[in-house]
């Protein structure tokens, strides 16, 4: 019954700006990693950027210094906020975070995914 999803998508112009967010909810004990991907027509999924435990981050060279992660543990949410945007950032954003559930099992889950769509 754990489920994330994500929220925030939509049509903006190049050079607009757009933010994400990605609610965890169900029987959740723990989370640690959380990171954003995304995929593009005809392209491999991509991780865009990961935030861990410690609040440490990671960022792909595509996006750094133009989206910035961040995550709200009190209500296991996600967040990226996303500025300067390009035509390329154009895909479907996926949220995923490492979780375990009350019953003691962990593993990864999958967000149903957003449309985000840079264009004039």
């Known amino acids: 019954q754990v489920r994330v999803v994500e929220s925030g998508g939509g049509l903006v112009q190049p050079g607009g700006s757009l933010a994400l967010a990605c609610l965890g909810s169900g029987g959740i004990f723990q989370v640690y990693a959380m990171g954003w991907y995304r995929q593009a027509p005809g392209k491999r999924r991509e991780l865009v950027a990961a935030?861990?435990?410690?609040?440490?981050?990671n960022y792909a060279d595509s996006v750094r210094d133009r989206f910035a992660i961040s995550r709200d543990n009190a209500n296991n949410a996600v967040f990226l906020q996303m500025t300067s945007l390009k035509p390329d950032d154009t895909a479907v954003y996926y949220c995923?975070?490492?979780?375990?559930?009350?019953?003691?099992?962990?593993?990864?889950?999958w967000g149903q995914g957003t449309q985000v769509t840079v264009s004039s």
């Open positions: 995923n975070a490492d979780i375990r559930n009350v019953a003691g099992r962990r593993r990864e889950y």
């Open positions: 935030i861990f435990s410690n609040d440490s981050t």
